[in-house]
């Protein structure tokens, strides 16, 4: 079973193919294999994402499960 990567690892990792990719200074054979990763790191990144946004989606649900709507979030002063 393939071990777990964070969010915030796996775009860090994509941003760096991207740097790499752009940067024209690889080869066709590694640009195709960073690509592939980069495609295998977005889809899990968008994954990721979406699991986020529906554990938010079910903490403003209320007791009968009707949604409370999103509320915006506000930085305490001073940070």
Do not use: H, W
């Not at 590694?30 to 994402?49: H, M, N």
């Amino acid at each position: 079973m393939p071990e777990e990567i964070k969010f915030e690892d796996a775009l860090k990792k994509l941003e760096k193919i991207v740097e790499t990719l752009e940067s024209g200074d690889v080869g066709l054979d590694d640009s195709l294999k960073k690509y592939e990763e980069g495609v295998r790191l977005l889809r899990l990144c968008t994954i990721k994402l979406e699991e986020a946004e529906k554990k938010i989606e079910v903490l403003t649900k209320d007791k009968n499960g009707k949604a409370t709507g999103t509320k915006e979030f506000n930085k305490p002063e001073g940070k």
